[in-house]
């Protein structure tokens, strides 16, 4: 269960930062207090993912599978930092 964990973290960081954001589109429309409310929960979104990396960096394990885990879920942290900004980037330009 706990390589589960590991591996799904970035992408369940992901998954949250998108329901959130679809809701905020939903009912607060493209308000300066929605755009407020996108740049605060994609920081934090993007706060969540580097803690993440910096704990699976400094918890590297000595075996040939977590180290395998360890990269492939910094993979995943990576992707899920650039979806959340792709995901920000409308409602925080436009």
């Known amino acids: 269960m706990r390589s589960w964990a590991i591996l799904l973290g970035g992408l369940l960081v992901w998954a949250a930062h998108f329901f959130l954001l679809y809701g905020?589109?939903?009912?607060?429309?493209?308000?300066?207090?929605?755009?407020?409310?996108?740049?605060?929960?994609?920081?934090?979104?993007?706060?969540?993912?580097?803690?993440?990396?910096?704990?699976?960096?400094?918890?590297r394990a000595s075996d040939a599978f977590g180290r395998w885990r360890a990269d492939v879920a910094l993979g995943g942290l990576a992707l899920t930092a650039l979806a959340v900004l792709w995901q920000a980037l409308?409602?925080?330009?436009?």
Do not use: Q
Not at 37 to 50: E, K, N, Q, R
Not at 90 to 94: C, H, K, R, T, V
């Open 24 to 59: 905020i589109g939903e009912f607060a429309g493209a308000s300066t207090a929605a755009r407020g409310g996108v740049l605060i929960l994609s920081m934090l979104a993007l706060l969540v993912d580097f803690w993440l990396a910096r704990r699976l960096i400094t918890l």
């Open 90 to 94: 409308p409602a925080l330009i436009g």
